[in-house]
């Protein structure tokens, strides 16, 4: 099984936008999609709670609203919650074989992310390349300065820079039905497709894909934190 994690110690850069739309893009193309929601605000399951019945189906680790058993699933996307640190978020990055890190383009953001991605960077299944980060740049306004300094601090990082999502109402106003970016129709959301698609040819790389762990743990590591057992 695929497992794909979403992660960034800062709060509100993403994550939770990033998690529902690839869940909902990778379902679009035929993959059976979990999306497991670490953050106790729920914000992942209560989109999928929305989700309408018409649109390709997910499952959803801990809110119980898929329909197909876990054995079926062939893609687990992890929704983290702000402020992951320590051993929980080592145990998260050894077990995905992909971490996608969202990063705005803001100073206190690109500062934090900074030192975020330097301890992500020395951590050993990352080091190994058991483990293969991807950064998004996300909610960008192309001709601002604060672009230009993004993509000149995201160049200087080895971790590379595997797309660029434009600030969009689409995904403020999608993420509000249950939808995300793929499930909108082209007239309105083309922009967003080709951007995604460039994350998407990453993710389908041989690049993206880190040795990971088995499967079953990495499972059992988000039913354990889920569950606080
Ligand atoms: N590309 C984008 N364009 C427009 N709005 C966006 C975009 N990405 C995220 N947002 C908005 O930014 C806000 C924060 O996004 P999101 O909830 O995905 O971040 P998060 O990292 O999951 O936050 P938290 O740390 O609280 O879990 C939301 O209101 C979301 O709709
Ligand atoms: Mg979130």
């Not at 994690?5 to 936008?17: D, E, L, S």
């Not at 979990?34 to 989700?51: C, T, V, Y």
């Not at 330097?118 to 058991?130: E, I, T």
């Amino acid at each position: 099984m695929r497992t794909i994690a979403v992660i960034n110690a800062k709060g509100g850069c993403g994550k939770t936008t990033i998690a529902t739309s690839l869940a909902s893009a990778l379902a679009w193309e035929g993959h059976a999609v979990a999306l497991a929601d670490m953050d106790p605000q729920r914000s992942a399951s209560d989109w999928l709670g929305q989700r309408p019945e018409d649109y390709p189906a997910l499952s959803g680790i801990d809110a119980g609203s898929g329909t197909r058993p876990l054995g079926d699933i062939d893609t687990l996307i992890i929704d983290t919650p702000a402020g992951l640190a320590g051993n929980e978020l080592e145990q998260i990055i050894k077990r995905a074989q992909t971490v996608l890190v969202p990063v705005l383009p803001s100073p206190v953001d690109m500062r934090a992310a900074w030192r975020f991605l330097s301890h992500l960077q020395d951590l050993r299944a990352v080091r190994n390349r058991d483990t293969a980060l991807g950064l998004i740049a996300n909610r960008v306004r192309p001709h601002t300065i604060i672009y230009r300094e993004l993509t000149g601090f995201l160049d200087g990082f080895r971790v590379p820079v595997v797309g660029q999502l434009r600030d969009s109402m689409n995904y403020v106003r999608s993420f509000e039905k249950g939808l995300a970016v793929a499930d909108l129709p082209p007239y309105l959301a083309w922009q967003d497709w080709e951007e995604w698609e460039t994350v998407l040819t990453w993710i389908r790389s041989k690049n993206s894909q880190g040795k990971g762990a088995a499967p079953g743990s990495l499972l059992a590591a988000a039913m354990q934190r889920l569950t606080g057992a």
